[in-house]
């Protein structure tokens, strides 16, 4: 699914933020992404979301290599792919509904074909009292769930989400982490980056990619 | 595929009762069954804007769009008014022509008046023939010389105005017969007079048609940097848009749909004003009626008063200044964005 071989990411003339980074993601796996602040889980995601490009190395997605994609190919290629950003990026002129159901928006479906699906994933994250709310007046924990609707909602074959359980009180994130493991069990490859140790003792099977010095070490 | 009892499982502890009652009554198989009929075409897209209608420089390029428009609209009104005042000249110069008889010394002038009246009478295609008497004669120069000025000492031309039948008088004719009956009259068929008049009126309407496009291409521009800083406002919607899987033909439709709804309001604001502004000067022109300089003005423009040529195409302009806005913005965000990873 994702195949990262000899990747080295620098930014203009410094050292190499991220270096020799090979591993690969495999269809229905599950994965912890840590290592301490600072040390490139959010760049190495970016790089997995295709919002970068490499400096040296190779990367795979869905079989197809990077490099050579075409914008309407990396745009067909993150429709695959969901994603939870650390800061949600929710868009604070639409309400809670219908940032969740900008995936579909975007894609041109249909308002009626999607409007009872948006309605019900918001009902299970908690939100179905929330919908036309605007994410200015959301809590932090709210917001976080409306983004992992948002990236849900497309049923996506690769989760990709930065600190999910940063913004949420310790009993949330035991929730939304089990909302993560189910979607696992359902097919679709879920990365986490996250620097909670406690997250990533609850789910002991995740394969860990830890982040170091700008390496890459992983633990089964 | 997700599984919906997984879902529901999971986030059991997330919702509240009565949301728990309305998935066990929706069931499983019903969401399922939504979830792989998502597929047509939109319809909600059209009522939700993706780039937030209000903000400051939305404001002010509007009133920059409605600005420009007036002064576009107003150039292009007044192009069309010179040219229907322009045509207005040419049809009452051409609709009579004047015979100027000077006196000669040793020739009897009413003689000479008579004799010329009456030949001209009878030449084909004239349709009516007005002679100026001595008196009107000496009324037409009073303006410039005054009631207390005795005229009888001048020697006065006379005049007599000649109305020819539509495209039924061959002048050339005219004049060789009037050179032969007589001699000392001049016939003046205004013709010099109508071509600087046309050239005049050719030359505004050209001025017009570049100060036109000098608007309209000064407004192209403040478009395209309007559209680039709302670009750089909106980068985070951007990225947003392009990481839920938007095509950068959807963004740029999005801007375009944006800047269309700003487009269309500053130029209706600015193409009204234009309406508005020929009517006040008719409305303005008529309660001055009478006045100094009311006669000038409307001997030259008329009653002020837009033709209804001249109202539709300030409409179409309006309404095609909307679309330029929206498409100029339309093609720099595409240009943009191709240039984004």
């Given at each position: 699914?994702?195949?990262?071989?000899?990747v080295?990411l620098?930014y203009?003339?410094?050292?190499?933020?991220?270096?020799?980074?090979?591993?690969?993601?495999?269809?229905?796996?599950?994965q912890?992404?840590?290592g301490?602040?600072?040390?490139?889980?959010?760049?190495?995601?970016?790089?997995?979301?295709?919002?970068?490009?490499?400096?040296?190395?190779?990367?795979?997605?869905?079989?197809?290599?990077?490099?050579?994609?075409?914008?309407?190919?990396?745009?067909?290629?993150?429709?695959r792919?969901?994603?939870?950003?650390?800061?949600?990026?929710?868009?604070?002129?639409?309400?809670?509904?219908?940032?969740?159901?900008?995936?579909?928006?975007?894609?041109?479906?249909?308002?009626?074909?999607?409007?009872?699906?948006?309605?019900?994933?918001?009902?299970?994250?908690?939100?179905?009292?929330?919908?036309?709310?605007?994410?200015?007046?959301?809590?932090?924990?709210?917001?976080?769930?409306?983004?992992?609707?948002?990236?849900l909602?497309?049923r996506?074959?690769?989760?990709?989400?930065?600190?999910?359980?940063?913004?949420?009180?310790?009993?949330?994130?035991?929730?939304?982490l089990?909302?993560?493991?189910?979607?696992?069990?359902?097919?679709?490859?879920?990365?986490?980056?996250?620097?909670?140790?406690?997250?990533?003792?609850?789910?002991?099977?995740?394969q860990?990619?830890?982040?170091?010095?700008?390496?890459?070490?992983?633990?089964? | 595929?997700?599984?919906?009892?997984?879902?529901?499982?999971?986030?059991?502890?997330?919702?509240?009762?009565?949301?728990?009652?309305?998935?066990q009554?929706?069931?499983?198989?019903?969401?399922?069954?939504?979830?792989?009929?998502?597929?047509?075409k939109?319809?909600?897209h059209?009522?939700?804007?993706?780039?937030?209608?209000?903000?400051i420089?939305?404001?002010?390029?509007?009133?920059?769009?409605?600005?420009?428009?007036?002064?576009?609209?107003?150039?292009?009104?007044?192009?069309?008014?010179?040219?229907?005042?322009?045509?207005g000249?040419?049809?009452?110069?051409?609709q009579?022509?004047?015979?100027?008889?000077?006196?000669?010394?040793?020739?009897?002038?009413?003689?000479?008046?008579?004799?010329?009246?009456?030949?001209?009478?009878?030449?084909?295609?004239?349709?009516?023939?007005?002679?100026?008497?001595?008196?009107?004669?000496?009324?037409?120069?009073?303006?410039?010389?005054?009631?207390?000025?005795?005229l009888?000492?001048?020697?006065?031309?006379?005049?007599?105005?000649?109305?020819?039948?539509?495209?039924?008088?061959?002048?050339?004719?005219l004049?060789?017969?009037?050179?032969?009956?007589?001699?000392?009259a001049?016939?003046?068929?205004?013709?010099?007079?109508?071509?600087?008049?046309?050239?005049?009126?050719?030359?505004?309407v050209?001025?017009?048609?570049?100060?036109?496009?000098?608007?309209?291409?000064?407004?192209?521009?403040?478009?395209?940097?309007?559209?680039?800083?709302?670009?750089?406002?909106?980068?985070?919607?951007?990225?947003?848009?392009?990481f839920?899987?938007?095509?950068?033909?959807?963004?740029?439709?999005?801007?375009?749909?944006?800047?269309?709804?700003?487009?269309?309001?500053?130029?209706?604001?600015?193409?009204?004003?234009?309406l508005?502004?020929?009517?006040?000067?008719?409305?303005?022109?008529?309660i001055?009626?009478?006045?100094?300089?009311?006669?000038?003005?409307?001997?030259?423009?008329?009653?002020?008063?837009?033709?209804?040529?001249?109202?539709?195409?300030?409409?179409?302009?309006?309404?095609?200044?909307?679309?330029?806005?929206?498409?100029?913005?339309?093609?720099?965000?595409?240009?943009?964005l191709?240039?984004?990873?």
């Amino acid at each position: 699914m994702v195949r990262f071989e000899n990747v080295g990411l620098r930014y203009g003339m410094a050292t190499e933020t991220l270096r020799d980074l090979t591993f690969s993601i495999e269809p229905r796996s599950f994965q912890f992404l840590t290592g301490p602040s600072g040390a490139g889980k959010t760049t190495l995601l970016r790089l997995i979301l295709l919002s970068l490009r490499p400096t040296r190395g190779f990367i795979s997605l869905f079989g197809r290599e990077t490099s050579t994609l075409e914008k309407d190919d990396i745009t067909a290629i993150r429709r695959r792919i969901g994603v939870v950003f650390q800061d949600f990026r929710l868009l604070d002129h639409l309400t809670t509904y219908q940032n969740v159901s900008l995936p579909l928006l975007v894609q041109g479906k249909e308002e009626s074909s999607y409007r009872a699906e948006v309605q019900e994933l918001l009902k299970w994250v908690g939100l179905g009292n929330h919908m036309d709310a605007y994410p200015p007046v959301l809590s932090g924990g709210e917001k976080q769930r409306v983004a992992i609707a948002r990236a849900l909602i497309m049923r996506p074959e690769l989760l990709l989400a930065d600190e999910p359980t940063g913004n949420v009180d310790p009993s949330m994130a035991r929730r939304l982490l089990r909302l993560f493991v189910e979607l696992h069990k359902s097919g679709t490859s879920v990365v986490i980056a996250t620097h909670d140790l406690s997250l990533m003792d609850q789910f002991d099977s995740a394969q860990r990619l830890v982040l170091g010095d700008g390496r890459l070490h992983i633990y089964e | 595929m997700i599984a919906h009892s997984g879902w529901f499982s999971a986030m059991g502890d997330c919702t509240s009762m009565s949301e728990t009652n309305h998935i066990q009554r929706t069931g499983t198989a019903g969401f399922l069954a939504r979830m792989r009929n998502i597929g047509r075409k939109a319809d909600i897209h059209e009522a939700l804007p993706l780039i937030p209608e209000s903000s400051i420089a939305g404001k002010a390029l509007v009133t920059i769009i409605s600005i420009m428009t007036f002064l576009a609209t107003l150039t292009a009104g007044s192009a069309v008014l010179i040219r229907d005042a322009s045509q207005g000249w040419s049809n009452q110069i051409t609709q009579e022509m004047t015979i100027q008889i000077k006196p000669q010394p040793g020739r009897n002038l009413d003689v000479d008046v008579e004799t010329a009246a009456a030949a001209v009478k009878a030449f084909p295609g004239v349709e009516s023939v007005k002679v100026f008497s001595k008196l009107e004669s000496s009324n037409l120069l009073e303006p410039w010389l005054g009631s207390s000025v005795s005229l009888d000492e001048l020697p006065i031309p006379r005049l007599i105005v000649v109305k020819p039948l539509t495209g039924g008088l061959e002048i050339e004719k005219l004049r060789e017969m009037l050179s032969e009956k007589a001699p000392h009259a001049v016939l003046d068929d205004h013709r010099l007079w109508f071509e600087r008049l046309t050239n005049m009126a050719n030359a505004l309407v050209f001025a017009a048609i570049f100060v036109l496009a000098l608007v309209i291409t000064a407004m192209a521009l403040a478009i395209a940097f309007a559209t680039r800083g709302a670009m750089a406002g909106t980068r985070d919607i951007i990225d947003v848009l392009h990481f839920v899987g938007a095509h950068d033909k959807f963004i740029s439709k999005e801007f375009q749909k944006h800047f269309f709804k700003l487009g269309l309001k500053g130029a209706a604001i600015g193409g009204f004003s234009t309406l508005a502004a020929f009517a006040l000067a008719g409305l303005l022109l008529k309660i001055w009626n009478g006045g100094t300089g009311s006669e000038q003005i409307e001997s030259l423009f008329g009653t002020f008063s837009l033709s209804w040529p001249g109202i539709v195409l300030i409409v179409i302009l309006t309404i095609l200044i909307a679309f330029l806005v929206g498409n100029i913005s339309r093609v720099i965000v595409f240009r943009h964005l191709q240039t984004l990873r």
